[in-house]
Nanobody, 120 residues
Framework: VQLVESGGGSVQAGGSLRLSCAAS????????MGWFRQAPGKERGRVAV???????SYSDSVKGRFTISKDNAKNTLYLQMTGLEPEDTAMYYC????????????????WGQGTQVTVS
């Protein structure tokens, strides 16, 4: 299994970025997928989750600003981020597991290498 994130970068507060996670070895349509983030000195936390049926959930800190989606044909997961704030600065990770509860508990089986998002 490979999960490869891209799309991170540096942006000013109020700006937008779209993260992508290209998956191989799994089929995103049948997996629960999630985005997590970890800032320096902080624990990794869940940002957004999308189930195999397309239902979504978000952490309170990003609700209304971030949107998680997936393109089954491209086998790719996305995170559209708008209204970015300095507090959103972190390494963002894509993750996947066939068991939704493991993604929601922050213990999915498969992880990407991360992509850095910096908001100033």
């Amino acid at each position: 299994v490979q999960l490869v994130e891209s799309g991170g970068g540096s942006v000013q507060a109020g700006g937008s970025l779209r993260l992508s996670c290209a998956a191989s070895g799994i089929t995103v349509s049948s997996y629960c997928m999630g985005w997590f983030r970890q800032a320096p000195g902080k624990e990794r936390g869940r940002v957004a989750v999308i189930d195999s049926d397309g239902s979504t959930s978000y952490s309170d800190s990003v609700k209304g600003r971030f949107t998680i989606s997936k393109d089954n044909a491209k086998n790719t997961l996305y995170l559209q981020m708008t209204g970015l704030e300095p507090e959103d600065t972190a390494m963002y990770y894509c993750a996947a597991d066939p068991a939704p509860h493991l993604v929601r508990w922050g213990r999915p089986r498969d992880w990407g290498q991360g992509t850095q998002v910096t908001v100033s």
